[in-house]
């Protein structure tokens, strides 16, 4: 019998893209105004107005690309993880551990403590899911239940 569950957890690397983009922005922008405009008072509030402007721009934009959703089938057998167009099937003897630990998460304005939890596979590596909400904990309590194993807190 299968079981179903759709989560949500940050993931800080669709977000590289557009930094890199709104950086090559800025950087044309401080370009033109260099060469247009000829009083230095002028060049440096044009400066400071477009790098604020960039700035809200990626706040915008990093609250909707940060959160990926994440899907997990609990079958008889193996769990397969869905996320972002990639399928992956994982019986469940390959479960070395689940690991929730804590870590401060700075990629905002205000740093603060926030958890992850890291599943282990034998001789594949790891899979780190980063707090969202609850789905995600939905998620992984079900993946612990059905493979009989405890989650291991750091």
Same mark, same amino acid.
């Given at each position: ?17 557009? &930094? ?46 940060? &959160? ?87």
């Amino acid at each position: 019998m299968e079981k179903e569950y759709l989560f949500k957890y940050k993931n800080s690397t669709l977000f590289k893209i557009p &930094v890199i983009l709104f950086s090559l922005f800025y950087f044309i922008l401080c370009i033109i105004i260099f060469k247009y405009i000829n009083d230095n008072a002028d060049k440096l509030l044009y400066m400071l107005l477009f790098l604020l402007i960039n700035i809200l721009w990626m706040i915008q934009i990093k609250k909707r690309l940060d &959160v990926t959703d994440g899907k997990f089938i609990l079958k008889d057998n193996e769990l397969s993880y869905i996320t972002l167009n990639k399928i992956y099937n994982i019986t469940y003897e390959e479960i070395e551990s689940i690991i929730k630990e804590k870590y401060i998460e700075d990629t905002n304005i205000i740093s603060y403590y926030s958890y992850q939890y890291i599943i282990y596979i034998k001789n594949s590596g790891s899979f780190t899911f980063k707090y969202y909400d609850n789905s995600l904990d939905i998620a992984i309590n079900a993946l612990a239940n059905k493979i009989n194993q405890n989650i291991n807190e750091k």
